[in-house]
């Protein structure tokens, strides 16, 4: 590797993806963290783990995505008083991953601005950290009162919008606090966790081939990406290469899953703007392809198709040119359906202009995915760091300027369409071969990293094994978290009406972030 | 506009014929009687409430508005509040960070109410299983009529678990 690439001396981790690994005192991490941050580092993922049965202490990892892979910083701190110091100001997206650090596991992050509890409500009492290898997972606390102190908006005609955790559509549950003036939105402040329900602890009880079935239902949307990156951290901790053929299937899985949710979205945000023409239209392709999905590969949502070593099910040669015939139809119907968008006066007066984040902030706070894309910033794992089968795919980045609604909607379409082109360059030149490969178990406290461009942005699976095939810990991170804090900023100076609109543009995933 | 009204001509109706009720999903044994049900019957509203799922659920209970399936064409429709709703569409694990909020939406919805449970989280605590962050089934926290499981169940078994529970019990 080439150390003078990189801002520490890392050695390459093994695995498709280039990813290195550091160890860094706590006096260094600062240090590291601001000349990486010169460098244009954006941060990924920020996580702690308990060494205490290794004999050692606890540790923080960081990892950070420089120009030329992932860099995967850990950080030992003692047992007593596990304290590291602060990034959240270097990297705005750590305030979040910092207070659910200390909230499952205790590790205390100085010099924070907000020390709040994050993920933590009422189910487990203040003091004890279920992460910690000594906790019992079983064991259930009575609930107690769950306050949590919100940031209070005052000035003369300010008044408070409570909305959640139970909202008033189908969507997942979270608490938003408005304060407005009038229609208009001073302050949103977001307080999630409602749907924490124990992955990681869940993760440390299980094998690695069980695991595979629970990374997959981490964001049930993003089933793909994060079957794939799970995947890919195993293949890495375990030294399994994957076959040609099952990195095409992996491909193509993972487009499709992209064309649905943008199609699905695609028609919430034209519903969301009283043309319920579009829900209509846009659910019935994702129908189509979701009824096609299931006809080829056997699940409507592709669930528990990426497996370590490879894919769960083989395609059928014609049912790959069932796929690409229901895919030109759809990409041609799109195409009409985008010009009635581009082209309705009443649509276009709601998305243009709203819920803007500039290039300047997003870059600032680390927004992620086709979000990012649409504010102006280039960045695409299938492009930056391509894994077989991207590396031939010549991916074109779907790059909007404005960054608001229309914007994100654009880069939508965008997105869709490419999706299209290589799921047909795909699926006309599958490799022949096996769609799977053994896996070594590998052995305790090897490391691998899965790395995936979602439909939302970039999901992280970091895994540190332990003996006998099972989990030490493991690591699933969701694009939303980097995301969530940039609808705060979205909305302001909006008017709250266009709150669902502006959401549904970014449409974040709940679970993912609660984990 | 033009454009607009050709798709809708171009593509034509696209629902389908909706599922029966289906006896095997039915866990309660049907507290409303006859007489409640006729009246209930078809013209449903429900509240859904995600008490903790992966979000997989919830796309196939959209996917239930979608023209394929159109459930609102049978009378039964989503509502923004449980003091509107008559039944609860629950999926999760409920989380425990959930817990107090589906009660109280229980609570909130009034009497006779019905609950679906969608998936097999909210079946038997799924993949999620019980722990100090995960209460399990739904059914540990409130009384469940129907459960319809799946992961995700389809829109079809999703209808036919709501169509289960508003009609009444085959003897």
Redesign the interface.
Same mark, same amino acid.
């Given at each position: 590797m080439l150390e003078t690439e990189l801002f520490v001396a890392a050695d390459r981790l093994p695995g498709a993806v280039p990813a290195y690994s550091a160890r860094l005192e706590p006096a260094a991490l600062r240090p590291a963290c601001e000349q990486a941050r010169a460098d244009g580092a954006r941060l990924v993922a920020l996580w702690g783990s308990d060494e205490t049965p290794r004999g050692r202490g606890f540790a923080l990892h960081v990892a950070l995505a420089v120009p030329v892979g992932l860099v995967w910083l850990t950080v030992p701190l003692p047992v007593e008083h596990p304290r590291y110091p602060c990034i959240a100001d270097l990297f705005p997206s750590a305030a979040r991953m910092q207070r659910a650090a200390y909230d499952l596991l205790g590790v205390h992050a100085d010099e924070s601005a907000d020390h709040r509890k994050w993920l933590r409500h009422g189910a487990w009492p203040g003091g004890t950290f279920p992460l910690r290898k000594d906790f019992d997972a079983a064991k259930k606390f009575p609930l107690t009162e769950d306050r949590y102190p919100f940031v209070k908006v005052e000035g003369e005609g300010v008044h408070e919008i409570p909305v959640g955790p139970v909202h008033a559509g189908t969507i997942e549950p979270g608490h938003f606090r408005f304060s407005i003036v009038g229609e208009k939105i001073l302050r949103l402040e977001e307080r999630l966790g409602y749907k924490h329900k124990g992955i990681e602890k869940r993760f440390e009880s299980m094998t690695l081939a069980e695991g595979a079935r629970l990374a997959g239902r981490v964001s049930g949307d993003s089933t793909v990406a994060f079957a794939w990156a799970y995947a890919m951290a195993v293949e890495g901790a375990s030294g399994t290469e994957t076959p040609p053929r099952a990195a095409a299937l992996r491909g193509c899985l993972l487009e499709l899953e992209r064309i649905a949710n943008h199609l699905g979205d695609l028609g919430y945000l034209g519903n969301d703007v009283s043309l319920s023409f579009g829900f209509f239209q846009f659910w019935r392709l994702k129908e189509d392809l979701l009824r096609a999905n299931d006809a080829t590969f056997g699940h409507r949502y592709l669930m528990d198709l990426i497996v370590p070593g490879g894919v769960a099910r083989d395609l059928a040669a014609d049912n790959a040119a069932r796929l690409i015939a229901i895919l030109d139809r759809i990409e041609s119907e799109v195409r009409q359906l985008r010009s009635i968008y581009d082209e309705h006066a009443g649509v276009q007066d709601r998305f243009m202009t709203t819920g803007a984040i500039t290039a300047d902030l997003a870059a600032r706070m680390g927004l992620t995915g086709f979000a990012a894309r649409a504010s102006g910033i280039r960045q695409d794992l299938r492009v930056d760091h391509p894994v077989a089968p991207y590396e031939s795919m010549e991916i074109r980045i779907a790059v909007q300027e404005a960054g608001d609604v229309a914007a994100r909607v654009a880069a939508r379409f965008d997105e869709l369409f490419e999706s299209t082109r290589v799921l047909r360059r795909l699926l006309a030149r599958l490799p022949e071969g096996p769609i799977q490969s053994d896996v070594a178990l590998p052995s305790a406290g090897r490391t691998g990293v899965g790395w995936v461009e979602g439909w939302r942005g970039e999901v992280l699976v970091a895994l540190d094994a332990a003996a006998d095939g099972r989990i030490h810990r493991l690591h699933p991170h969701d694009p939303s978290w980097q995301n969530w804090p940039l609808l705060e900023r979205a909305v302001l100076g909006n008017i709250v009406p266009d709150f669902p609109l502006i959401n549904k543009s970014f449409n974040l995933s709940y679970s993912g972030q609660d984990l | 506009m033009y454009? /607009?009204l050709k798709?809708?001509a171009k593509?034509g109706i696209?629902t389908e014929a909706p599922p029966d009720a289906d006896e095997r999903l039915r866990v309660l044994s049907g507290e409303l009687d006859a007489v409640v049900l006729k009246h209930f019957g078809r013209a449903l509203a429900i509240r859904? @409430?995600?008490? =903790?799922? *992966?979000? =997989? *659920? %919830? /796309?196939?209970?959209?996917?239930t508005?979608?023209? #394929?399936y159109n459930l609102e064409r049978l009378g039964i429709k989503?509502v923004?509040? $449980?003091r509107h709703a008559d039944l609860l569409l629950v999926t999760g $694990?409920v989380?425990?960070?959930?817990? %107090?909020?589906l009660r109280r939406?229980y609570e909130a919805t009034p009497d006779p109410k019905l609950v679906v449970s969608i998936g097999d989280c909210a079946c038997d605590g =799924? @993949?999620? =299983?019980?722990? #100090?962050?995960?209460c399990g089934r739904v059914a540990n926290v409130i009384p469940v009529d129907v459960a319809v499981p799946g *992961? $995700?169940p389809?829109p079809t078994a999703i209808m036919q678990g709501i169509l289960t529970a508003v009609s009444p019990r085959r003897k």
């Open positions: - | 454009q /607009l798709q809708i593509v696209k859904h @409430v995600d008490a =903790g799922s *992966c979000n =997989g *659920c %919830e /796309l196939e209970i959209h996917a508005n979608s023209p #394929y989503f923004a509040s $449980p $694990p989380s425990r960070n959930m817990e %107090e909020a939406t =799924g @993949v999620f =299983g019980e722990s #100090y962050a995960s *992961c $995700p389809t």
